[in-house]
């Protein structure tokens, strides 16, 4: 059976039956996912359930924007990082998902470091933010490109 993007839903099955605007006009070949080792870094912040507790909506917003926008960069230009999500005060990105980074868990780590420093220099000039804390783990992984 060939795989089309739909689970369960083989590529034959979306060109015989699916509307017209879908059907592909070759065969597809849509590759499944592979084994690759990459690095993960999930970054947070620490306390930050509270800190929604006792600040208006308008400086909770304005402290994340504050943060991720040290941090997106620190990971992502500076460092080769791919930002994988952010869900609310958390960042989950990954290096070498492409498999063509040879020093990704070190990138990961200067990642790690400088998205530190730079989020720890705006929480030193808020007094009462919460601050990031970075996990970075290194390993196998199932990757789809």
Do not use: K
């Amino acid at each position: 059976m060939r795989r089309s993007a739909v689970p369960g839903v083989s590529a034959s099955t979306v060109a015989e039956r699916g509307p017209p605007s879908i059907r592909p006009t070759s065969p597809v070949n849509i590759p499944g996912p592979m084994v690759s080792t990459l690095t993960v870094l999930f970054a947070d912040l620490q306390g930050f359930t509270r800190f929604p507790e006792s600040h208006d909506a308008a400086e909770v917003s304005r402290m994340l924007n504050r943060y991720l926008a040290a941090a997106v960069p620190a990971i992502v230009r500076r460092h080769g990082g791919d930002i994988d999500r952010i869900m609310g005060d958390a960042v989950m990105a990954t290096f070498n998902r492409a498999g063509d980074r040879p020093g990704h868990a070190a990138d990961a780590l200067r990642a790690a470091v400088e998205l530190q420093r730079e989020t720890g220099r705006i929480a030193d000039a808020n007094p009462g933010w919460p601050r990031f804390r970075v996990g970075v783990n290194t390993g196998p992984a199932m990757v789809c490109l």
